[in-house]
């Protein structure tokens, strides 16, 4: 029920999924349950030890006061250098944003570029916050959706069929959270052909899991000619470098849209910390050899999930190329029964795991597939045996 004391937009704007799912098993755990989580999208590796004694230098060295709004112009440079370097994407420093996450950074393109009545294109399956920010910038989200079929990646067609006058900004991620899907550059080209004939459209190109993909190389759509000075890239330090609670995201972005977002960003939160972006600024130009060891270490992971998930009846699984994600179709299990209660929903059967097996996975419905659920392999391996387990025998009991 709505309290008429808040805004219809909190009273609109639905709970992050992940975040609810992720404190429902500690709620569990703490009623003394063996909780297993899986829901979360945290890496489950420390900050890499270089990168925390460059934040305890910064301290040290007296770098505790306030930034400038979109960062300190080490950190600015040293993003240009990477994106030059990783990404073949050109970039000033007065086109560059430093963040506080790179859920900040999207949130200030929402704000900066939506008003009412403007459509948003969503690649569905989409990271859960996509549709909510959208909605608090007062655009209209257009979801869609890619199947497991398609290995959850929209197709050309889908994409011309979906644009009208009225869309403003296309959001999407590669690779893909909640799905791991990495688009080709193939199959960004082919999508780049069709946006050409929409000028208007602003490409938001979510990249924050570009370390951790298992194929040949990473590639950026901004890259390409026909959208680059219309093209925002979003990337951070949260998963590629284990540093989710440093909250450090940016983008690169034309200039006359960083310029809007640095104006956004300096009414809400002003800039990031300072230590934290004197160590970001050192972590891009140092050994990426702890991103390697991770990267390896999630892609044994996956095969180890996908393995497990064949060998449980009614799960469809595919295999994803990135992040740390697998999203397995579950609605065979809609319409049957468990413990006297009917599985309607990704929503329940993510519900009925929980319970049965202390298991935390979260609901498709949250990233716009309602027939699936996301599994985090952001776990150790004999944490993620023991899960999978736990979850045939549970969904052997649906009948």
Same mark, same amino acid.
């Given at each position: 029920?709505?309290?008429?004391?808040?805004?219809?937009?909190?009273?609109?704007?639905?709970?992050?999924?992940?975040?609810?799912?992720?404190?429902?098993?500690?709620?569990?755990?703490?009623?003394?349950?063996?909780?297993?989580?899986?829901?979360?999208?945290?890496?489950?590796?420390?900050?890499?030890?270089?990168?925390?004694q460059a934040a305890i230098q910064a301290l040290n060295d007296g770098h505790t006061k306030y930034t400038p709004v979109p960062g300190t112009m080490d950190l600015r440079? +040293?993003?240009?250098?990477?994106?030059?370097?990783?990404?073949?994407?050109?970039?000033?420093?007065?086109?560059?944003?430093? !963040?506080?996450?790179?859920?900040?950074?999207?949130?200030?393109?929402a704000l900066a570029l939506l008003d009412e009545g403007d459509e948003v294109i969503l690649f569905a399956p989409y990271w859960v916050s996509y549709k909510e920010i959208?909605?608090?910038?007062?655009?209209?989200?257009?979801?869609?959706?890619?199947?497991?079929?398609?290995?959850?990646?929209?197709?050309?067609?889908?994409?011309?069929?979906?644009?009208?006058?009225?869309?403003?900004?296309?959001?999407?991620? !590669?690779?893909?959270?909640?799905?791991? !899907?990495?688009?080709?550059?193939?199959?960004?080209?082919?999508?780049?052909?069709?946006?050409?004939?929409?000028?208007?459209?602003?490409?938001?190109?979510?990249?924050?899991?570009?370390?951790?993909?298992?194929?040949?190389?990473?590639? +950026?759509?901004?890259?390409?000619?026909?959208?680059?000075?219309?093209?925002?890239?979003?990337?951070?330090?949260s998963k590629g470098f284990a540093m989710t609670g440093w909250r450090l995201g940016y983008m690169g972005a034309p200039a006359w849209i960083a310029s809007a977002c640095?104006?956004?960003?300096?009414?809400?939160?002003?800039?990031?910390?300072?230590?934290?972006?004197?160590?970001?600024?050192?972590?891009?130009?140092?050994?990426?050899? %702890?991103?390697?060891?991770?990267?390896?270490?999630?892609?044994?992971?996956?095969?180890?999930?996908?393995?497990?998930?064949?060998?449980?009846?009614?799960?469809?699984?595919?295999?994803?190329?990135?992040?740390?994600?697998?999203?397995?179709?579950? %609605? !065979?299990?809609?319409?049957?029964?468990?413990?006297?209660?009917?599985?309607?929903?990704?929503?329940?059967?993510?519900?009925?795991?929980?319970?049965?097996?202390?298991?935390?996975?979260?609901?498709?419905?949250?990233?716009?597939?309602?027939?699936?659920?996301?599994? +985090?392999?952001?776990? +150790?391996?004999?944490?993620?045996?023991?899960?999978?387990?736990?979850?045939?025998?549970?969904?052997?009991?649906?009948?």
């Amino acid at each position: 029920m709505s309290d008429t004391r808040l805004s219809q937009r909190v009273n609109n704007m639905e709970e992050s999924a992940t975040l609810k799912m992720t404190q429902m098993a500690r709620d569990l755990a703490a009623e003394g349950h063996q909780v297993i989580s899986l829901s979360i999208g945290e890496p489950d590796f420390d900050t890499p030890d270089h990168i925390k004694q460059a934040a305890i230098q910064a301290l040290n060295d007296g770098h505790t006061k306030y930034t400038p709004v979109p960062g300190t112009m080490d950190l600015r440079k +040293s993003i240009v250098k990477k994106f030059k370097e990783d990404n073949n994407l050109a970039f000033q420093p007065n086109q560059i944003v430093v !963040s506080n996450g790179a859920k900040q950074s999207l949130a200030n393109l929402a704000l900066a570029l939506l008003d009412e009545g403007d459509e948003v294109i969503l690649f569905a399956p989409y990271w859960v916050s996509y549709k909510e920010i959208v909605k608090l910038g007062g655009g209209t989200p257009i979801e869609i959706k890619a199947t497991i079929d398609q290995d959850f990646k929209v197709n050309p067609t889908q994409l011309a069929n979906a644009l009208t006058d009225k869309t403003k900004m296309l959001i999407f991620s !590669s690779p893909c959270n909640p799905t791991g !899907s990495v688009y080709t550059a193939e199959e960004l080209a082919a999508l780049v052909q069709v946006l050409k004939d929409y000028p208007r459209v602003v490409v938001v190109s979510d990249e924050i899991y570009e370390f951790i993909n298992f194929t040949d190389r990473h590639m +950026s759509i901004g890259t390409f000619d026909e959208v680059k000075d219309r093209t925002v890239t979003v990337n951070g330090f949260s998963k590629g470098f284990a540093m989710t609670g440093w909250r450090l995201g940016y983008m690169g972005a034309p200039a006359w849209i960083a310029s809007a977002c640095t104006k956004i960003q300096g009414q809400v939160t002003s800039g990031a910390n300072s230590f934290g972006q004197k160590a970001a600024a050192y972590a891009l130009g140092a050994s990426r050899e %702890s991103a390697e060891i991770m990267c390896k270490a999630f892609l044994s992971r996956r095969d180890i999930v996908i393995d497990l998930c064949k060998r449980i009846p009614g799960f469809k699984v595919n295999k994803p190329t990135g992040a740390f994600y697998v999203f397995p179709d579950v %609605s !065979s299990f809609f319409g049957k029964s468990a413990n006297g209660s009917v599985i309607k929903d990704a929503n329940d059967f993510a519900q009925y795991i929980l319970h049965e097996a202390h298991v935390s996975l979260v609901s498709g419905s949250a990233f716009g597939a309602d027939e699936c659920v996301r599994i +985090s392999y952001a776990a +150790s391996e004999d944490q993620l045996r023991e899960a999978l387990e736990r979850i045939r025998k549970a969904a052997g009991k649906i009948q």
